[in-house]
Nanobody, 130 residues
Framework: QVQLVESGGGSVQAGGSLRLSCAAS????????MGWFRQAPGKEREGVVA????????YYVDFVKGRFTISQDNAKNTLYLQMDSLNPEDTGMYYC???????????????????????WGQGTQVTVSS
């Protein structure tokens, strides 16, 4: 059974950094599209960044480019999200998601759609104060 467990959330001041982790179990992360999403109160869940684990190819949403970095450690079956220069608009619950893709999917905006993923973690809260 595929399980994703996020950790690393917390409260920081604007300009600070956090590193989120997503530990995967029940499968090996090769041949998976994996992504980070976030959801602020009263708003829809939105994609932040995704990666195809076999190639390391990534796709970022514009508003985090240069501030957030996705990485993976396949030996540990873990996905990371390094978040720098945080601002209050980054506040929300952050989720890790995964979907099996045996072939490399075309790099596209749909990598950041929640409906592209079958497996989800429970989320970790990030709060950025001004």
């Amino acid at each position: 059974q595929v399980q994703l467990v996020e950790s690393g959330g917390g409260s920081v001041q604007a300009g600070g950094s956090l590193r989120l982790s997503c530990a995967a179990s029940g499968y090996t992360v090769s041949s998976y599209l994996m992504g980070w999403f976030r959801q602020a109160p009263g708003k829809e869940r939105e994609g932040v960044v995704a990666i195809y684990t076999n190639s390391g190819v990534t796709y970022y949403v514009d508003f985090v480019k240069g501030r957030f970095t996705i990485s993976q450690d396949n030996a540990k079956n873990t996905l990371y999200l390094q978040m720098d220069s945080l601002n209050p608009e980054d506040t929300g619950m952050y989720y890790c998601a995964a979907d099996r893709r045996e072939e490399h999917p075309p790099v596209s905006w749909w990598w950041l759609l929640p409906t592209s993923y079958n497996y989800w973690g429970q989320g970790t809260q990030v709060t950025v104060s001004s």
